[in-house]
């Protein structure tokens, strides 16, 4: 099936699809009535590579930067979580200051973006997605108006986004692989959304994961691997997507050491029995919770 995308009915979102030769008349600059509004009502979703850009701008750990400049939520039904930059009590980004961006050369893809969306979609037997874009319209953005015209192409190399697209893709390709089967049987394990929120945002705890005793003795990696991905958040981020791709859809993108599978499996069948024990017991209770009056 194609990936479905449903936009709500009021919505400053302009459903024109474009493509890169597509033209736009759009220009921001200091002068311009609106400069810096954009950033006072900020709604920024970050990507794994966004925060390695801006924890090294910022000389932070992961964890440090997540704990500081970053509020949780949820991006999906299922709870899948996702990080935004925080605000400040008016809605302003915190990285705002009187100047403008702070953090420009290291500002976030949705900021790169801006006034451009981009969304990619996965043809039914198609193991190649396709990005299109669309144009965002505000009331309060005056860039709108200027008469600066220029195609989608050259206004995303303005704006410096290849190098975000590149690190960016595999992970969202894992997103839309997950999106594109359609919703999971129930809320998944709570295991495995904090999985998923190390192996794309906290480097710091994933690397002490992949580095431990019990990960090496799980997955064949040469040493020079584990050597990488000691120092190099880049090589550790990309390995990310590999785990999780293994670990949510069963792809063999890391060899296991013969018996791993089945000696974990014996560790943690107790686990499982009680979950499912538990789970039936959940069940029978909210069963017994509707008759109760009756």
Not at 104 to 125: E, I, K, Q, V
Not at 135 to 159: I, N, R
Not at 208 to 229: M, Q
Request: some cysteine.
């Amino acid at each position: 099936m194609s990936e479905k995308f449903d936009l709500p009915f009021e919505s400053n979102l302009i459903p024109k699809m474009l493509e890169l030769g597509s033209l736009l008349k759009f220009r921001c600059h200091t002068g311009i009535s609106c400069f810096n509004a954009c950033c006072k009502k900020a709604d920024i979703t970050l990507t794994p590579y966004d925060i390695i850009r801006l924890k090294d701008r910022l000389g932070k750990s992961a964890t440090e930067f997540l704990k500081d400049h970053t509020v949780p939520f949820r991006m999906d039904k299922e709870g899948l979580p996702g990080v935004k930059l925080k605000t400040d009590d008016q809605g302003a980004c915190r990285f705002l200051c009187e100047a403008g961006c702070s953090v420009y050369t290291d500002r976030p893809t949705a900021c790169r973006y801006y006034p451009l969306g981009h969304m990619s979609m996965l043809a039914s037997g198609s193991k190649t997605d396709e990005t299109h874009y669309f144009l965002v319209k505000e009331e309060h953005c005056k860039g709108h108006e200027e008469a600066q015209e220029q195609s989608v192409a050259e206004y995303l190399t303005d704006q410096q986004t290849a190098p975000y697209d590149e690190m960016n893709r595999e992970w969202l390709q894992l997103m839309l692989k997950r999106r594109s089967m359609g919703p999971t049987v129930g809320r998944p394990p709570e295991a495995t959304l904090q999985m998923f929120f190390m192996c794309s945002y906290d480097m710091d705890r994933f690397r002490r994961f992949v580095l431990s005793d019990s990960f090496k003795k799980t997955y064949e990696l040469e040493e020079s691997a584990y050597e990488v991905f000691e120092k190099e958040d880049l090589s550790l981020m990309q390995f990310g997507v590999r785990f999780m791709r293994q670990v949510f859809f069963g792809e063999r993108t890391i060899q296991e050491k013969e018996g791993a599978w089945q000696e974990r499996v014996s560790r943690r069948q107790d686990v499982w029995d009680a979950r499912r024990q538990a789970e039936i017991a959940r069940q029978q209770q909210e069963e017994d919770e509707k008759y109760k009056d009756l």
